[in-house]
């Protein structure tokens, strides 16, 4: 089986700190030779240990050096038609998932896995390609070199040595806190609930494509027919995304579109419950085509939300620790699936299970965030009242005893 690190691996804080330092075109083209260095290492390994650190560590690396970055170049070159961009960029994601069952399989008969792995890699070296043609946002800034040093070479040596743990103490605390937002975890809380959500969301968004092969070959279905199935997935995204991006990109859905995502993400995760009702090829083509169709949504309107409630100069350091999040309930759905499977002999209490998970992540997310804007109006309209100028009431006698008289 061809091992292909999937996309929801590719994220992570490091990469915050290179495209802060580097830019976004150095740091894909890193992510490009990497992963397509990994990937070509891969067809000389000769044992599991082997391979996971080559596809796993070196290509996965490769990966978030080439994704994030992406997505963070298009929030700066997009701002009005953001969620446009987001979800027409995001197609490609479903044409590597209608195209690549497919091609794995033909690459592992014709050339075997070593070979396989090794037309991948070059494949994956396109990467710096796409990095190349990115425009940089801001020119570099060249300093020269002063033109007198006023300190001795001595004096600056030992001052250095003395102050290096310092320096880099220092350092990386200020890196940690520039690119881990821990701020807008504990001050944002439109991120904060979003973060939550979104991990929570993890635990079962995924495992339905993990198990939805071995579930329909469980039941005598044809391994090739089962793979169509995720081609056909593929097919579904690729033809539905771009008019939903032409409808989200109008000015009604400015600032809802968190209520579409949840919306979306409640339809994904009710349309596993699709699965209980057979295993055969009718049954789960109907819930290949519902998957795909709020599956469209949630990609594309997934890093639109989170521009929307960050400000893009901490987008990067957002979406790192965000990755952080839920790449632990990522790591945790598909064993926890497993042994739901083991316990019980039968496939569809897994997409039973994912169809709460997701749904109830979704209905927290829609609730939260109305609350938050419930209570954002309150406040604005408190401000409004406090602002306007108070009526000045006429002066009345100090005494109902006192007598005035007008003097010319």
Known sequence: MLLIPKKWDKHCPFCSVLVGKLGCRATVILGGVLSG???????????????YITAGVITGLGFCFSFQPAVTILGHYFVRRRAFANAMS??????????????GNYLHTEFGWRGSFLILGAVLLNCCVCGAVMRPLQPKKHRGEPLINHTPPQLEKEAKQRGRFRTIS??????????????QLCNNRRYCVFAIGITFMMLGFV??????????T?????????????????????????????IFNMPWFKGRHIYAFASALLFNGLSNSICCIGAGFPVLLGYVVMYGLSMSVVGSLMFTVLMDIVEMSRFPSALGLLAVMESITLLIGPPLAGILVDR??????????????????SVFLMLSFLWLDKKERKASKQDQLSAQPKPVKPASNASPGCECSSLP
């Open 218 to 246: 469980a039941h005598s279905m044809e391994p090739s027919q089962a793979a169509l199935l995720l081609s056909i997935l593929g097919i579904v995204n690729i033809v539905v995304r771009p008019p939903f991006a032409i």
């Open 170 to 183: 220092r350092f990386l605390v200020a890196s940690l806190k520039e690119h881990m937002a821990f701020d």
């Open 207 to 216: 495992v339905p494509l993990v198990y939805l092969v071995p579930y329909a």
């Open 344 to 361: 019980t002999g039968q496939y569809f209490y897994v997409f039973i299970a994912c169809s709460c998970v997701v749904a109830s992540s």
């Open 37 to 51: 260095l990994g990937m070509a290492a891969s067809s000389f390994t000769h044992s599991i240990t082997e391979l």
């Open 90 to 103: 995001s197609t490609g994601t479903a044409l590597g998932l209608c195209t690549l069952p497919f091609l």
